[in-house]
Antibody
Framework: EVQLVESGGGLVQPGGSLRLSCAAS????????MHWVRQAPGTGLVWVSH????????NYADSVKGRFTISRDNAKNTLYLEMDSLRAEDTGVYYC??????????WGKGTTVTVSS | QSALTQPRSVSGSPGQSVTISCTGT?????????VSWYQQHPGKAPNLMLY???KRPSGVPDRFSGSKSGNTASLTISGLRAEDEADYYC??????????FGGGTELTVL
């Protein structure tokens, strides 16, 4: 069974940058579409970004477009989220998730990002 | 990319049934049969309960069922159990490799 482990969260000042990683186990990573989903404290889930298995197509929520970049290294079974120009409203738990039929069937435990001065 | 609309909270007694609605638009829920539902217990990661509107992943009890009519999808939980108490989120594919979640519904088992 696929397992996902996020890392890279932490405290960063507004305007700063952070790179999240998601290490995946399992033999199918290079074929799996992947997502990033975030959850601000006490609020609901928000879809952030998606990337196809070969990395050729990706898209973003309007709230992060132009500031966040999703990428993957299939040789390392790792998904990334590069976050620039961070704002207080980017604070939250960031989950990576594997796609199955346009849903998210496997989730990591999340990594926490705090944007504060 | 406005969030799908869900009731903030629903409740039911053990053994009863509850239904959670999820209203979107003709650009997301109404356009695709790619509605999924997630259960999230406090402090935990979400767990997929239904996908493709009605399909259950392995291990999800058949007490959980889904439907869709027009721009509104629904999750029904029958035979409520204490462990069903959690937050539930719907999610829909919205085209061009974008997705949108609902605001979430808190289910209380009385």
């Amino acid at each position: 069974e696929v397992q996902l482990v996020e890392s890279g969260g932490g405290l960063v000042q507004p305007g700063g940058s952070l790179r999240l990683s998601c290490a995946a186990s399992g033999p199918t990573f290079s074929r799996d579409w992947m997502h990033w989903v975030r959850q601000a404290p006490g609020t609901g889930l928000v879809w952030v970004s998606h990337i196809t298995g070969d990395g050729s197509r990706m898209n973003y929520a309007d709230s992060v477009k132009g500031r966040f970049t999703i990428s993957r290294d299939n040789a390392k079974n790792t998904l990334y989220l590069e976050m620039d120009s961070l704002r207080a409203e980017d604070t939250g738990v960031y989950y990576c998730a594997k796609d199955q039929s346009y849903s998210m069937d496997v989730w990591g435990k999340g990594t926490t990002v705090t944007v504060s001065s | 990319q406005s969030a799908l609309t869900q009731p903030r909270s629903v409740s039911g007694s053990p053994g009863q049934s509850v239904t959670i609605s999820c209203t979107g638009t003709s650009s997301n829920v109404g356009a695709y049969n790619y509605v999924s539902w997630y259960q999230q217990h406090p402090g935990k990661a979400p767990n997929l309960m239904l996908y493709d509107v009605t399909k259950r992943p392995s291990g999800v009890p058949d007490r959980f069922s889904g439907s869709k009519s027009g721009n509104t999808a629904s999750l029904t939980i029958s035979g409520l159990r204490a462990e069903d108490e959690a937050d539930y989120y719907c999610c829909s594919y919205a085209g061009r490799y974008t997705w949108v979640f609902g605001g979430g519904t808190e289910l209380t088992v009385l």
